[in-house]
């Protein structure tokens, strides 16, 4: 069982914070901190977060709410799995169950996926150092080192921050997000089309010449791999998150598309480039559904209706793209290895 802390600073006006904390079943322990009872720490179920935090923003009005800060928690002792009476039970009348996502609080959420969509400094060294690896272990067949590239995977934090952007209907991050993403990719495919124009050797590896063909499994495989990595970062398991971006693995077939470019085949090219549109679609699609599938949105009605039309459209946009690509794949004989 994981916990967090949120620690909630409100002012002097704000009325009765002591009740109001009591008023949540959901907190399993709460403690003041300082004097004056305008500062408390909460003990909280991890996937109990974001009703919690929502909770607060209801009773109390915004300039009421000084800051609210979530911290991880390592260990709890002793275990208890029912919460102490710790303060005053009051106004539970007025609590009204809502359907809120279980999981890390959506500005953990926001924060941890907003910050795979920076264009920096960091994101451009990043894809060109694992663009030069991937390519690299491509050519020379080495499993290890492509795998090695994969974890690096820059290339995933914009896609996934993409979904979550639709999501909450944030223009602003989706945004981001795009430019971030065209950049790293554009950045990826001129590396790897300058490594394959001077290669002097011929390009038949296993490695390099299995990502030049994609079939109806690399959409199965690409859906699950993105649903499952949104899934764990959604619940705060973070370790799961890299072994599921090996198995996406956006990179690699960006450097066979960019190799193949520059050694000038073209058709192997185009089939490195068909499995890359499939990963991406796939990623963004089944992301998406998840981010639905488990109430993550908006916490006021006018920005969920922002949020819906967006999402419709995302929808949308995604499904009949990966309809398109599988029309593509069914004419190109499916699972038929390029040789």
């Known amino acids: 069982m994981s916990y967090r802390i949120i620690q909630i600073h409100v002012t002097s006006t704000a009325p009765k914070l002591k009740q109001k904390i009591g008023a949540i079943t959901e907190i399993v322990d709460s403690w003041a901190v300082g004097a004056g009872g305008l500062t408390y720490s909460l003990l909280v179920k991890t996937q109990h977060v974001q ?7 209801d009773v109390f009005s915004k300039s009421h709410i000084i800051r ?3 911290l991880p928690v390592e260990a709890v002792l002793p275990k208890t799995e ?8 009051l106004e539970k009348d007025d609590q009204k169950p809502s359907k809120i996502f279980a999981g890390i609080s959506r500005a953990e959420l926001y924060d941890s996926t907003s910050r795979g969509a920076s264009l920096n400094s960091s994101f451009i060294w990043l894809v060109i150092f694992s663009t030069i690896v991937a390519a690299i272990g491509l050519i ?12 690096i995977a820059p290339l995933l934090g914009p896609n996934l921050a993409l979904a979550l952007s639709s999501a909450l209907g944030d223009v602003e991050l989706m945004i981001r997000s795009l430019k971030t993403m065209v950049v790293g990719f554009l950045i990826a495919l001129s590396l790897s089309f300058a490594l394959g124009a001077i290669w002097p050797y011929k390009l038949d590896s296993f490695e390099l010449l299995s990502r030049t063909n994609v079939g109806f499994d690399s959409i199965a495989l690409a859906l699950v791999s993105g649903a499952a990595a949104v899934l764990s970062m959604a619940t705060g398991l973070s370790s799961v998150l890299v072994g599921v971006m090996v198995a996406v693995a956006l990179l690699p077939p960006c450097a066979v598309v960019g190799i193949m470019l520059g050694a000038g085949e073209y058709d192997l090219a185009m089939g490195a480039g068909l499995l890359l549109a499939v990963n991406i679609v796939c990623v963004n699609l089944s992301a998406k559904l998840v981010f639905l599938f488990k109430g993550v949105g908006p916490r006021t009605w006018y920005e969920k209706k922002k949020a819906k039309k967006a999402m419709i459209a995302y929808l949308i946009f995604w499904g009949l793209s990966l309809a398109f690509l599988a029309f593509i794949i069914y004419q190109r ?5 390029a040789v």
């Open 140 to 151: 020379e067949n080495n499993v290890a080192v492509i795998i090695g590239a994969m974890v």
């Open 82 to 89: 029912s919460p102490p009476v710790s303060v005053d039970t």
């Open 51 to 57: 009703r919690v935090t929502d909770r607060f923003h």
């Open 68 to 70: 609210m800060v979530i």
């Open 333 to 337: 004989g499916g699972n038929m290895l």
